[in-house]
C-alpha cells in the first residue's frame, strides 16, 4: 500500500510517501523543510516561529514528495501524521493538514508516536529486521530504553531522569560557539581531540538503567566558563572527545546492562543522536561483546522525518488504529 506521511512535531516540516506491504518497505520520496536556519538565530527552537514555519512550508513540500514519488492523491491507500509528543502548536500543523486531506479524499488516517517512529526508521533501513529487540531513542528531546515487544507495544523501561542526550550536545556546542544544532559539529571535533583529556562526570546513574545528563552538562559548561574567566587557552577539540567519550561509555554500560535484563539479542538505535560516529561504533562494540545485533539507521533517517512516520503508521494501520475527525495533538 501507498502511505503519505506527515511530521511537524518540532522544527521539521516533513513529508514522505513509502510503499508498504508484507516483505516490501521502500521509501518513494522523504521531504524534509528545515527550519534550522531560523532557529539558529536564537540558539534553540522557537516554538511559535516553528509553527508558522510549518503552516508556510507543508502544502508545499506536500505537492513535492507526491512529485517526486510520482502519485497522486488517488494512489493514497492511507495517511499517517505524528500526533505526539512534540510542540503542541507545531504538531496541529501536520495533524490538521493531514485531517483535512483524509477527509476530504475519503483516505484513512493513522496517528503516530513520534517515538515509536524514530524506532521504525529501522525497519526502513533494516528490511529484515522484525520485533521484539531491544530499542535505544537518543534525540534532542529524549533518551529512553525500550522492550519493543512489536512494532506497535514499546515498553519504556529506562529514561533520562532529567535532560536529553541531544539537549546536552546542544547547549555545550552552544557555549563552546559552535554550529547550531551542536550535535554534528560536536561529532566532527570530537574526532580530532583526546578522549580522555578531561574526566567528567558520568551521566549513568548507578544500580539503574536510567541516565541523568544535566550534571555532565553543568560540569562540561562550568569547565569552560573557569577556563575563559582565567584566560586559559581552550582545547575545543579535547573538551568535545572528553563529553562525547563520557557519553558514549555511559550508554556502553547501559547497553550491557539492558541486554542482560532483556536477554534480547538484537540492539537497535534510533533518533538524531544515534548519528554519533563515536555513540555508534561504542554500541557497536558492546553490542558484540553480548553476542547481539546492532541496528541503527541510515544517516539520513536518524534525525525527524516522515519516512519513519509512515513506517511506523503501517503497523499502527493493520493493527486497526484509524483516527476520525477528533484526532487531536498531546505534547508529551
Ligand atoms: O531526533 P531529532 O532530529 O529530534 C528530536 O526528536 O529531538 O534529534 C535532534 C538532536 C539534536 O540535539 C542534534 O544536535 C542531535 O540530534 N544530533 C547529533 C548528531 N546529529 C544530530 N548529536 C550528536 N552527534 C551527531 N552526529
Ligand atoms: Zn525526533
Do not use: W
Not at 28 to 55: C, F, M, T, W
Not at 94 to 117: E, M, Q, R, T, Y
Not at 160 to 183: H, N, Q, S, W
Amino acid at each position: 500500500m501507498y502511505i503519505l506521511s506527515f511530521e511537524s512535531s518540532c522544527d521539521e516540516t516533513a513529508c514522505a510517501v513509502c510503499e508498504m506491504c508484507d516483505g516490501k518497505r521502500e521509501i518513494k520520496s522523504n521531504i524534509i523543510a528545515s527550519q534550522v536556519d531560523i532557529h539558529a538565530l536564537y540558539g534553540g527552537v522557537v516554538p511559535e516561529i516553528a509553527s508558522r514555519a510549518h503552516i508556510e512550508a507543508i502544502s508545499r513540500i506536500t505537492y513535492e514528495a507526491l512529485d517526486v514519488a510520482g502519485v497522486t492523491l488517488k494512489d493514497i491507500d492511507m495517511i499517517a501524521v505524528t500526533n505526539g509528543p512534540g510542540l503542541i502548536g507545531a504538531l496541529l500543523v501536520a495533524v490538521n493538514f493531514a485531517k483535512s486531506l483524509a477527509f476530504a479524499n475519503n483516505i484513512p488516517l493513522v496517528p503516530v508516536d513520534h517515538i515509536k517512529g524514530h524506532v521504525a526508521a529501522n525497519y526502513l533501513t533494516h528490511t529484515e529486521l522484525e520485533p521484539p529487540f531491544l530499542a535505544l531513542v537518543v534525540s534532542g528531546g529524549h533518551t529512553s530504553f525500550f522492550d519493543v515487544k512489536s512494532y506497535t507495544e514499546l515498553e519504556e523501561i529506562a529514561s533520562t531522569r532529567d535532560d536529553a542526550a541531544g539537549e546536552c550536545f546542544d547547549k555545550i556546542g552552544r557555549v563552546m560557539g559552535l554550529p547550531y544544532p551542536g550535535g554534528h559539529a560536536m561529532d566532527i571535533l570530537a574526532s580530532k581531540g583526546n578522549k580522555k583529556a578531561i574526566t567528567f562526570p558520568s551521566p549513568a546513574i548507578k544500580d539503574s538503567l536510567d541516565f541523568s545528563f544535566s550534571g555532565l552538562k553543568t560540569a562540561v559548561i562550568n569547565y569552560i566558563n573557569t577556563k575563559r574567566q582565567k584566560n586559559e587557552e581552550l582545547a575545543v577539540e579535547d573538551i568535545a572527545a572528553s563529553f562525547t567519550d563520557t557519553v558514549v561509555e555511559a550508554v556502553r554500560s547501559k547497553v550491557g546492562d539492558a541486554l542482560k535484563r532483556t536477554g534480547y539479542n538484537k540492539m537497535v538505535m534510533a533518533g538524531g543522536v544515534s548519528a554519533n560516529s563515536h555513540l555508534r561504533a561504542g554500541v557497536t562494540e558492546e553490542c558484540k561483546k553480548f553476542g547481539a545485533k546492532f541496528y541503527a539507521p541510515t544517516l539520513n533517517l536518524c534525525g525527524d522525518n516522515a519516512a519513519m512516520i509512515g513506517a511506523q503508521g503501517y503497523y499502527e494501520y493493520l493493527k486497526g488504529e484509524r483516527a476520525d475527525e477528533s484526532l487531536n495533538a498531546y505534547p508529551s
